[in-house]
């Protein structure tokens, strides 16, 4: 298998919000407790990038097996496209999976059963997306489930790895990270719809009972705009209640960028075309969000020296 072969079936660029995910658990553990193991963190990082790179093969894989369409297995999914041994798809999958599994077995040692959970529901999601009996991805409920997979167990989980030996993390604790959170959460849901919309005609025709089918494209496209306006209005609600710093509410001022990254989107749903932008928009939103809460963990531990040394 060559480099871009392996690249189109990892998935590979998607794995970039991986790092943003642990850059908002690290800055959200120092805001709130002013500590963070790093150790586990990282080691929590790579387990959750290889798991990444295994899931995508994986779907790749149950989605070219399990298509009822020769269209789409030889002119839409990579593997027919590249006419790849399904067999050597096999061997990189499993192969991807031993790193995750050396590296949780020792986190899940180190650190207690809450990882163990954390890792089996993780994984749990990911597998179910694209096999089983009836696979997520082609339920009603497959985009929810993905977005609040990423977007909230992701960093739960490197928060509490964070927490672990130098900190206390309780009910409390999770209930802070998933509300900061939450703006992540429905920008990865508008991504999710965007994706089920531009993939519907072949979603019917491999069957796949998706929300966007199951609603409409104009109801789903109705439900892409009502998720953003939550995003957008959720931030300076956060930062009003004290819940992320004030600085965030500078994002306000990009908002207008963003969503004219999602107006062609609006017009033509078109994967090739549009479905990047709605993308670009997301990681816009995703990344200045989280870069501007450790902007005010930065500004905070400044003026917690200041104080210090005067």
Not at 5 to 15: D, P, R, V
Not at 20 to 29: E, G, H, K, S
Not at 178 to 188: E, K, Q, R, W
Request: aromatic residues 12%.
């Amino acid at each position: 298998m060559d480099r871009k072969l392996f690249s189109e079936l990892s998935e590979i660029k998607t794995t970039t919000l991986d790092i943003a995910w642990l850059i908002l658990a690290i800055v959200f553990t120092y805001l709130n407790y002013e500590t963070f193991n790093l150790i586990y963190g990282l080691l929590g990082f790579v387990a959750v990038f290889f798991i990444h790179l295994f899931i995508n093969f994986h779907n790749n894989y149950m989605d070219y097996r399990n298509s009822t369409s020769e269209e789409y297995r030889k002119k839409i999914s990579t593997i027919g496209i590249n006419r790849e041994s399904l067999a050597i798809v096999k061997k990189w999958m499993y192969g991807l999976a031993i790193f995750p599994l050396i590296i949780g077995a020792f986190l899940v040692y180190k650190t207690g059963w809450i990882t163990l959970v954390l890792g089996i529901i993780g994984i749990g999601v990911g597998l179910l997306y694209s096999a089983g009996p009836k696979p997520l991805n082609s339920t009603m409920f497959g985009e929810i489930v993905v977005a609040v997979a990423i977007t909230q167990l992701i960093p739960v989980t490197y928060v509490y790895l964070g927490l672990v030996g130098v900190g206390k993390f309780d009910s409390s604790t999770a209930i802070s990270i998933i509300l900061v959170s939450l703006p992540n959460t429905f920008a990865a849901f508008c991504a999710e719809l965007s994706n089920g919309t531009c993939d519907l005609e072949a979603d019917v025709k491999n069957g796949r009972n998706t929300l966007v089918s199951r609603i409409g494209k104009t109801n789903a496209l109705s439900l892409f705009k009502a998720s953003w306006a939550l995003a957008f209005l959720l931030i300076p609600i956060l930062a009003v209640l004290k819940v992320v710093p004030y600085i965030t509410l500078l994002l306000v001022l990009l908002y207008p960028n963003i969503w004219d990254d999602l107006r062609p989107y609006l017009k033509e749903q078109i994967k090739t075309k549009t479905y990047p932008l709605v993308i670009k928009a997301v990681t816009k939103l995703v990344v200045g969000y989280i870069l501007l809460i450790a902007v005010g963990a930065i500004i905070k531990m400044i003026m917690s020296l200041i104080v210090t040394a005067h």
